[in-house]
């Protein structure tokens, strides 16, 4: 089937056309794709931490008798759907091996009229949930990590439904990442093994400054970027996840980084100046060393404290410390920034 028969029927857009064109030209994979049904998918949707609302409509959507599955509310899928489908999953096999560095874009299907679309990706991950498991276990991840870093899955599911208010998954070019050993949710803290460049919105040093900070810091080292899952920063996980990231990534992914990064509207120093020295957010920024100017993070901070997808300081509620924090400053005239910087590890 062609690209274009799916963009016409769904409304994709030329993008996403695109995107689709190139992922059904790719290798045939590995493992063909098999939507797990049953006990199964029921497994897989545990690891994948969905819950509440989110589960029951996506089991409702789940494949029926043409994908040899549970037989969802939905009755048959169309070809154009498993279409979309094949591709992702082909894209997923496809970028196994993807080198550190490298970054694949996915598809926004947010916005798209059928629920079954705007989740397709759900379906493409739930498929390589097996090879998922293999893989990692050959590089010695141990499972509860793989499982762990699963659960994403329904952390973002659910965001996106915050966010957009219905099910849908803004952010599956991130959850893709896991799926290549980009990501992996180590104690309190999620672990992207990279390099030390300036890329998207990351910030490093010149190479005639970083090579003067000593071995393992020069421009193009290995490095694991820092992400915070939502409530994270309790201390003690951070600890945890700090200790154990230099040894994991030996193990596991063959390299052996000397630092971590962080990138986020968490680390702008303003917030000490409302939270004060008790907050754990202070506590977190206090562990690394900035690098750079930073970038304007007013739309980082809507998204993840207010679940919002756009700046609206009139619509957003103020039922926080942090909300009012927010609203506050903006109404000022001031900003929120979102900062790099990097913490040596033991």
């Not at 498929?127 to 793989?146: D, E, I, K, N």
């Not at 050993?181 to 803290?189: A, E, N, P, Q, S």
Request: aromatic share 10%.
């Amino acid at each position: 089937m062609e690209s274009s028969v799916v963009v016409e029927r769904f409304g994709l857009g030329s993008v996403v056309g695109e995107w689709l064109a190139e992922a059904e030209r790719l290798p045939v994979p590995e493992w063909p794709l098999r939507v797990p049904t049953g006990a199964e998918a029921a497994a897989v949707l545990d690891m994948f931490g969905l819950a509440g609302r989110d589960r029951v409509e996506v089991e409702a959507l789940w494949p029926g008798d043409a994908g040899g599955g549970r037989g969802g509310s939905v009755g048959e899928w169309s070809p154009e759907l498993w279409h979309v489908v094949e591709c992702m999953y082909r894209r997923l096999w496809a970028d196994v091996n993807l080198p550190v560095g490298e970054f694949r874009v996915w598809p926004k299907l947010v916005e798209v009229g059928d629920r079954r679309v705007r989740v397709a990706a759900l379906w493409a991950f739930a498929a390589m949930v097996p090879a998922q498991l293999a893989v990692q276990a050959r590089w010695g991840v141990p499972r509860s990590v793989t499982v762990a870093t699963l659960a994403d899955v329904g952390v973002q599911v659910a965001r996106s439904r915050r966010m957009w208010g219905w099910l849908s998954l803004e952010t599956s070019g991130w959850v893709a990442a896991q799926f290549r050993g980009r990501l992996f949710w180590v104690g309190g803290l999620q672990l992207e093994p990279a390099r030390l460049v300036c890329e998207a919105g990351v910030e490093w040093y010149g190479p005639e400054e970083a090579a003067g900070l000593g071995a393992g810091l020069g421009v193009g080292d290995p490095v694991l970027r820092l992400h915070i899952p939502s409530g994270g920063l309790d201390p003690v996980g951070v600890d945890e996840s700090l200790g154990r990231a230099r040894s994991f990534a030996r193990g596991c992914l063959g390299l052996d980084p000397v630092v971590a990064t962080c990138t986020s509207w968490l680390l702008d120093p303003q917030w000490a100046e409302v939270l004060g020295e008790g907050s754990n957010i202070v506590a977190f920024q206090r562990r690394f060393t900035l690098v750079g100017e930073g970038r304007a993070g007013e739309s980082d901070v809507f998204r993840f404290v207010f679940g919002m997808s756009e700046v609206d300081v009139g619509g957003a509620p103020r039922g926080t410390r942090l909300e009012r924090a927010v609203v506050d400053r903006l109404e000022r005239g001031g900003r929120w920034w979102v900062r790099t910087g990097w913490v040596r590890l033991p």
